[in-house]
C-alpha cells in the first residue's frame, strides 16, 4: 500500500479527501488533513505539492499506521491488508544480519518494536570489523567502511612500481581481521648484459620500475640503437642486434668481368669493380659492394660493335672457332 493518491488535474485546486488544500501560490499548492485525519507520510501535518504534480498523499485516521519506518541494515515489507488499525509490518534483515522482533505491529496509529530502537532491530550475526589496516604503497579496491561484515573480502593493490608480497586479499572473521603479512616492494630490474650492445645511456647495477636503458650494437653488427624498459615481469624488449655476414663470389656480368682477382668470401661493405669487353659501353657501376650478404650495384654492359662482326669472346664448337677481324 503506497498512500499516494493520482491527481490527474493538480493544477486546478485539488480535492484532497478527508482534508483541504490551499493556494496555488508560485505554483505550488500546499494541503493538510481534517481534525482526526494525518498524512500517510507522518512527516509533518502539512504538505506541499506543484502545480504540474500528479500525486498527492492520502489522509487517514489518525488510529491507523501510515508509511513502515526506515530500519538500518534491513527493510519493514508494508502490509497488504487495507484496514490498517490491527496489523503488522514485517521485517526482513541484509545478508549477515539477524533480526530482534519479526513484525512492527501498529497500535493507536504508531508502529511498535517493544522498545527496541530501530538502528537495533537487524543485529549483525558477528562481530563486525573495523576498517581493515594499512599496508604502505597500497590501496583496497573497495569502497571504504566504516564496519565490514564478518566473512567480507578486502582486496589490496600496491602502486605502480611496488610487487605484492604473498596473498592480496584477508577475510573479517567475526570482528578481525585475517593476520597476512602483506607487503608492497619496489620492481626493480638488475643490469642486463647484452652481448652484442654496450650500454649507452647511465650505467648502473639496478634500476627501478619503468627506467630506461639505451643500447647501441657494437661493431660488426646491425641494429643500431634499441632501449629496454624495466616492468613488473623484469625487463621489457629485445635486442636488435644482428650480425653482419659477408658475401660469396660476385654474380657475373654479362660481356663483362671483374678487375682483378675473384675470391670465393668477402666482407661486409667489400666493393668489386667491373669492366665491359670492347665494343660494350658500362651502364650503372662500375662497383658491385657487398652489403650483409647481398651484392648490390646495378651495372650492364651495352653493346656498340659494328653491324655483322662476331663478338669478342667465342667458344670452339666441333674444333671450330670463328674469329672477330679487325676492319
Same mark, same amino acid.
Given at each position: 500500500?503506497?498512500?499516494?493518491?493520482?491527481?490527474?488535474?493538480?493544477?486546478?485546486?485539488?480535492?484532497?479527501?478527508?482534508?483541504?488544500?490551499?493556494?496555488?501560490?508560485?505554483?505550488?499548492?500546499?494541503?493538510?488533513?481534517?481534525?482526526?485525519?494525518?498524512?500517510?507520510?507522518?512527516?509533518?501535518?502539512?504538505?506541499?505539492?506543484?502545480?504540474?504534480?500528479?500525486?498527492?498523499?492520502?489522509?487517514?485516521?489518525?488510529?491507523?499506521?501510515?508509511?513502515?519506518?526506515?530500519?538500518?541494515?534491513?527493510?519493514?515489507?508494508?502490509?497488504?491488508?487495507?484496514?490498517?488499525?490491527?496489523?503488522?509490518?514485517?521485517?526482513?534483515?541484509?545478508?549477515?544480519?539477524?533480526?530482534?522482533?519479526? #513484525?512492527?505491529?501498529?497500535?493507536?496509529?504508531?508502529?511498535?518494536?517493544?522498545?527496541?530502537?530501530?538502528?537495533?532491530?537487524? !543485529?549483525?550475526?558477528?562481530?563486525?570489523?573495523?576498517?581493515?589496516? !594499512?599496508?604502505?604503497?597500497?590501496?583496497?579496491?573497495?569502497?571504504?567502511?566504516?564496519? &565490514?561484515?564478518?566473512?567480507?573480502?578486502?582486496?589490496?593493490?600496491?602502486?605502480?612500481?611496488?610487487?605484492?608480497?604473498?596473498?592480496?586479499?584477508?577475510?573479517?572473521?567475526?570482528?578481525?581481521?585475517?593476520?597476512? #603479512?602483506?607487503?608492497?616492494?619496489?620492481?626493480?630490474?638488475?643490469?642486463?648484459?647484452?652481448?652484442?650492445?654496450?650500454?649507452?645511456?647511465?650505467?648502473?647495477?639496478?634500476?627501478?620500475?619503468?627506467?630506461?636503458?639505451? &643500447?647501441?650494437?657494437?661493431?660488426?653488427?646491425?641494429?643500431?640503437?634499441?632501449?629496454?624498459?624495466?616492468?613488473?615481469?623484469?625487463?621489457?624488449?629485445?635486442?636488435?642486434?644482428?650480425?653482419?655476414?659477408?658475401?660469396?663470389?660476385?654474380?657475373?656480368?654479362?660481356?663483362?668481368?671483374?678487375?682483378?682477382?675473384? !675470391?670465393?668470401?668477402?666482407?661486409?661493405?667489400?666493393?668489386?669493380?667491373?669492366?665491359?669487353?670492347?665494343?660494350?659501353?658500362?651502364?650503372?657501376?662500375?662497383?658491385?659492394?657487398?652489403? #650483409?650478404?647481398?651484392?648490390?650495384?646495378?651495372? !650492364?654492359?651495352?653493346?656498340?660493335?659494328?653491324?655483322?662482326?662476331?663478338?669478342?669472346?667465342?667458344?670452339?664448337?666441333?674444333?671450330?672457332?670463328?674469329?672477330?677481324?679487325?676492319?
Amino acid at each position: 500500500m503506497s498512500g499516494i493518491k493520482s491527481c490527474t488535474d493538480a493544477c486546478p485546486k485539488p480535492e484532497v479527501p478527508n482534508g483541504f488544500a490551499v493556494g496555488p501560490y508560485n505554483n505550488t499548492i500546499y494541503y493538510s488533513c481534517n481534525e482526526g485525519f494525518k498524512l500517510f507520510s507522518n512527516n509533518g501535518w502539512w504538505a506541499e505539492a506543484k502545480c504540474n504534480d500528479s500525486r498527492l498523499q492520502l489522509c487517514i485516521e489518525n488510529t491507523k499506521c501510515g508509511e513502515t519506518p526506515v530500519i538500518p541494515n534491513g527493510k519493514v515489507v508494508p502490509p497488504q491488508r487495507q484496514d490498517l488499525r490491527q496489523i503488522q509490518a514485517r521485517i526482513t534483515c541484509n545478508t549477515g544480519y539477524r533480526t530482534q522482533v519479526d #513484525n512492527l505491529p501498529c497500535r493507536e496509529g504508531e508502529w511498535t518494536s517493544n522498545g527496541i530502537l530501530l538502528e537495533d532491530i537487524c !543485529k549483525p550475526t558477528a562481530k563486525l570489523c573495523n576498517p581493515p589496516p !594499512k599496508v604502505e604503497y597500497a590501496v583496497v579496491r573497495t569502497s571504504y567502511q566504516k564496519e &565490514y561484515l564478518s566473512d567480507s573480502p578486502v582486496t589490496y593493490q600496491c602502486h605502480d612500481g611496488y610487487d605484492i608480497e604473498g596473498e592480496d586479499t584477508i577475510l573479517c572473521n567475526d570482528g578481525k581481521w585475517e593476520e597476512k #603479512n602483506i607487503t608492497c616492494t619496489e620492481i626493480t630490474c638488475d643490469r642486463k648484459n647484452v652481448p652484442k650492445a654496450e650500454v649507452i645511456s647511465e650505467y648502473k647495477q639496478t634500476y627501478r620500475y619503468n627506467e630506461q636503458v639505451r &643500447y647501441r650494437c657494437r661493431d660488426g653488427y646491425q641494429g643500431g640503437e634499441f632501449t629496454l624498459t624495466c616492468g613488473g615481469d623484469g625487463w621489457i624488449g629485445s635486442p636488435t642486434c644482428r650480425e653482419i655476414v659477408g658475401c660469396g663470389s660476385p654474380p657475373p656480368l654479362t660481356d663483362g668481368d671483374i678487375k682483378g682477382t675473384v !675470391k670465393t668470401d668477402y666482407s661486409h661493405q667489400e666493393s668489386v669493380e667491373f669492366m665491359c669487353q670492347n665494343y660494350y659501353t658500362m651502364e650503372g657501376g662500375p662497383y658491385r659492394t657487398c652489403i #650483409n650478404g647481398e651484392w648490390i650495384g646495378q651495372i !650492364k654492359c651495352l653493346s656498340h660493335r659494328p653491324t655483322g662482326s662476331l663478338p669478342m669472346r667465342q667458344q670452339c664448337i666441333d674444333g671450330v672457332m670463328d674469329l672477330p677481324t679487325c676492319q
